[in-house]
């Protein structure tokens, strides 16, 4: 096949497709063994911290949290701490995810079995008659590493 250039650039077809190759290894390679409809998840949650951090910040000095985290060590049975300001549930949510997701590197039931030995559990608590929010550590990691109920 004769090399061809593709219209805007001074690379052969040849050097583009080798790069395009290269490129969707390493877009692979970024999913950690995440099954598809998760890393759409991951980059939609990206994507809305990444939005919420380019958002103007207020002054909310006198206005209460609403919401804390209770986190617990599942190593160590026993052993929590609160963590969090949060002023809205989706704040308190996102993070809770956070935290629970950074507990735990392997998916599938290993990584479940993984989590409920050296994880992290994360309860939100509402403050001062805060709307409650239905979070559950154990079904939103069961959810990630594809454990049917």
């Given amino acids: 096949m004769k090399n061809k250039e593709i219209v805007g650039t001074n690379l052969p077809q040849e050097q583009i497709e080798e790069n395009f190759v290269t490129a969707k290894k390493d877009w692979l390679k970024s999913l950690n063994g995440l099954s598809l409809a998760e890393y759409e998840d991951k980059i939609q949650n990206d994507a ?11 002054v909310v000095e006198n206005i209460k949290p609403s919401y804390k985290l ?5 190593f160590s049975y026993g052993e929590s701490r609160i963590e969090g300001d949060f002023h809205s549930a989706d704040e308190a949510l996102r993070h809770a995810k956070k935290i629970v ?4 590197d392997t ?4 990584g479940y079995e993984e989590w409920l030995s ?3 559990s994360v309860s939100i608590i509402e403050l001062d ?3 409650p929010v239905e979070f559950s550590a154990q079904d939103y990691v069961k959810k990630i590493c594809g454990i049917s109920y």
């Fill in 48 to 58: 809305l911290e990444k939005i919420n951090d380019n958002q103007p910040k207020t």
């Fill in 70 to 74: 209770l986190v617990m060590d599942m």
């Fill in 101 to 104: 997701l950074k507990s735990f």
């Fill in 107 to 110: 998916r599938g039931r290993e």
């Fill in 118 to 120: 050296f994880g992290e």
């Fill in 129 to 131: 008659g805060a709307s």
